[in-house]
């Protein structure tokens, strides 16, 4: 054991792997080259089709003990990989760790099979049930939560070796390009596959939509994909773009978004060349509403606008608001149509967004971010992976990695939900280090990082509701009153990654 | 609350609504008006008033003006309201079906008899009547004089409408006579004049022609039913920039004419003498509250010195 | 003497003392000269039986609908009218105070030139072009004006009433 500098007590070993404590964001330098995959020729106008999933699954090699990857471009819609796994268990194959780039709650039906021992590993931070069972040690299954940025980095650095990737390809031919445009699974960007592709020892593009050669425009080219399964389908439309891209009309949400408006304006970064990243919660789109009105107000022409791309980013950018976007994943079905058709929104890489071992990612280029919280401590730490009860419940996503890389990343959120409070002494757990925040705001008021002083004194002077942090903390307890610290048992069931590969935190067992 | 209270947004929030009066602190409008009255449901006038007690008992840093709207005098809920609620020192109460001189007058007596009760100075507590009936609108001009602890008048437009017997619509012609009326009345007593709700919360556009409407015509603040409309209309009572940038030379100039030992000085050719001195000084202090300028306009800017 | 909680009242005769017809000049304050008047003349009890004439700068009293015993300032209205207005009636009488000093308790009947009567407790009035009084001494003892708690006000109290 040994405390890293946030003070949170990281075992040496994690499933048998060497743990680097957390330090600060920005010290920790590569070691590595770039992993390497065996150079292979494919057998002289060779097919690639092999059939349906198990075919594939046979024709990869798959083995016990082997690491398998999806991609979450489909997202709660994606039925691959569990599909997937049902295949692995008919064919007898156990000890198989995920290395996805994330999993969401229709995954559920993976837990008779963590049960059984097929998955025995998840190299991957989860949404919903797995991490709740995990948490309260009813299932056995080490699990590393990483940013999109540090899974990049990770598969990037040969960290995480990927045996198998099956990449859901909404849109494939035979010979293995495809891209996410177009099909009844089309998703948009295959940001986080891109990675998969290029590091993947063997590549399997499993589609529902088999269109004649070529399939372009090319997101995926022939020249990495091993393998091409048909499927009758990947998922569920419905749920694959379907994010709720309504503005909040909740007073509270408004008030909280007004404020983060004031935070922009105050920035002073609304100028031409601005850039921005916003989430899709209401929140996050009034914020974004906000900010819209600003440029038209101002005539500003930003640079770009990145993330996960929702049809509001889109309009900015018709509206020629913002140069081009880059898009890692699309959250509604006009992001899909948008960059199916337009060159200035760009397909991104989650190398190329976040992965901060690299010539720079896109994160770095950014003015503000808007960013969420389950919970935010008087040291701006944030946390977003477990809830009130101390379960694991959501994936980091580009959290510690946006943060890392804006100017100003600002973190919004309610100060308290239900009646338990938002803004607290310490967090439960830290995903995202204080460090890396300039300014949490709350519907009670706007605490900035004492980095941040020349903003503080502006927001000030514009009459922001400016309070210090623990000023908010000792408002929100007045009301809420001082939660009983959860209880934890030692045992250590998952890891909270940093984006530089370093332990920041981990996830104990709860004490039932 | 003395001298200059700006009272542009009045936001309802239901009395039997916890999760609403958690809020209160944190809107953003000048006053809130806790609803024990149409909002609360005939089972739950007790429930809602002990509620709203222990609202105020906990909320002792307050940001905004509290009123209470009571239940009218003539219902049998009155009476407790004001015994569960006055203890917890709201600022005033909102006192609905003000029809007559008198029904203000009986609150004004019984406030007075709390006031005593509590040990508090006498007039503590201030009123604002709803004049939301046809007498009500015909009294007034009385009702406005009728005590002297009346911070304005609020018209009612949705119980006023419900007497004439005629629908209430966007663009509010067949309001126009009464909110004049209640505007006199309410000017003519030196009291403020705070208009209608706007019910269609979704409807930006047609409060903000409501909300510029009732500002042309006088009205210095309006109600309000969801915390979604305090921006619109913050923004039109806003004053408009070249309002604040002559405001500041009204008060510049009148500072210069003193100094001279005048009352009246010319600026660009038209005289400043005390009511424009007025006028320029609620601008200022409007800006001020709205962040546009900082500047404290005291008391003997405006009147000079004796 | 228990007589008042009995019966709801209480009286006394008296007798006609001397009787009097004052002219009071423009200017004067009519509270102010009834208490000269009478001292200077050494009535302690006085009755007024008739007053005609204007006044201006009419200070009276009227009590706020819902007002409850005591009446205090707060529960009363307080209208000062600068008038001129035609004197259409002065009731009242004098009474001794707990100091032996006259006490004029008196109500006002005035009209404005709309034909508008206005009424109430006077405070005070300023006689405008003139002002008749037609004035009656009691001949009576064993009454006293005190502040009656209960009341709020100046009250008539007779020997041995508690």
Known sequence: MALNSLGRDIPDTFAGKKLTPYRDPWSLQPHAERSTRAIRRLTHNGSKLVGGLREAVIAAGLKDGMTISTHHSLRNGDSLLNDLVREIDALGIRDIKIASSSIHVVHAELIPYIRKG??????????????????????????????????????????????????AAPCCDEYGNFNG????????????????????HKVVAVTDNLVPFPAVPIGIPQTVVDFVACVPSLGDPKKIVSSTTRITTDP?????????????????????????????????????????????????????????????????????????LFDVQCFDLKAVESIGRNRKHQEMTAGTYANPFNCGSVVDRLDCAILSATEIDVDFNVNVNTESMGYLLHNTGGHCDVAAGAK???????????????????VTTITTPGETVGVVVTERGIAVNDRLPELKAELIRMRAPVKDIRQLRDEVYAITGVPRPIEFEDKVVGLIEYRDGSIIDVVRQVRR | MTGYQLRRSLLYVPGNMPSMLQNIPLFECDAVLIDLEDAVPLNEKDAARVLVRCFLDQYKVRNKEILVRINGLDTKWALDDLKTVLPGMPDGIRLPKADSPEIVERLDTLLTEFEEELGLDIGHFRILPSIETALGVINATSTAKASTRLIGLAFGAEDYTATMEIERTKSGEEL?????????AAKAAGIQAIDTIFADVNDMDSLRRETELIKRLGFTGKCMVNPRQCDVIHDVFAPKAEEVEHALQIIDAIKRAREMGTGVISLKGKMIDAPIVIRAARVLRTAQAHGLVDIEISEEDIYGTE | MNEAKD???????????????????????????????????????????????????????????????????????????????????????IVPDESGEPFCHLHIIASKSSGDVVGGQ?????????CEIVLTELVIDGIARHQSKSAGTSNVFFAGEE
């Open chain 1, 118 to 167: 097929v998955i025995t590993g998840l190299e991957c931070g989860v949404n919903g049930p797995i991490g709740e069972l995990i948490s309260k040690g009813e299932l056995d299954c080490p699990i590393v939560v990483r940013s999109h940025g540090g899974r990049a980095r990770a598969l990037i650095c040969g960290e995480v070796p990927v045996d198998v990737a099956f990449l």
């Open chain 1, 408 to 426: 100003l990343s600002i973190v919004v959120a309610p100060s308290i939900r239900g009646r338990l409070p938002i803004v607290r002494d310490a």
């Open chain 3, 7 to 93: 019966k709801g009242y209480c009286y006394k005769e008296y007798g006609h003392g001397r009787r009097f017809f004052l002219k009071i000049l423009p200017g004067e304050r009519l509270v102010d000269i009834l208490t000269r008047f009478t001292q200077h003349e050494g009535i302690r009890h006085a009755v007024i039986v008739s007053a005609v004439g204007s006044v201006k700068n009419v200070r009276l009293n009227d009590i706020k609908s819902g007002a409850k015993l005591p009446i205090t300032a707060a529960r009363l209205t307080p209208h000062a009218v600068e008038g001129p207005l035609e004197l259409l009636g002065l009731t009242g009488n």
């Open chain 1, 181 to 200: 445009y177009y099909g009844p699974s089309a998703c948009g960007s295959l940001g986080y596959a891109q990675v998969d592709a290029q590091h993947a």
């Open chain 3, 122 to 130: 006077m405070q005070d009035a300023e006689v405008f072009a003139s």
């Open chain 2, 176 to 184: 126009f006579n009464a909110r004049m009326r209640v505007l006199w």
């Open chain 1, 252 to 324: 509270i949400g408004l008030q909280i978004a007004k404020y983060a408006a004031m935070v922009i304006r105050a920035s002073g970064y609304v100028k031409d060349g601005f850039s921005f990243q916003t989430g899709t919660g209401g929140i996050s789109l009034a914020v974004a509403e906000h900010v819209r009105d600003m440029m038209r107000k101002d005539k500003v022409k930003g640079s770009f606008g990145c993330g996960g791309i929702t049809g509001y980013f889109v309009d900015m950018l018709e509206e020629g608001l913002f140069e081009a």
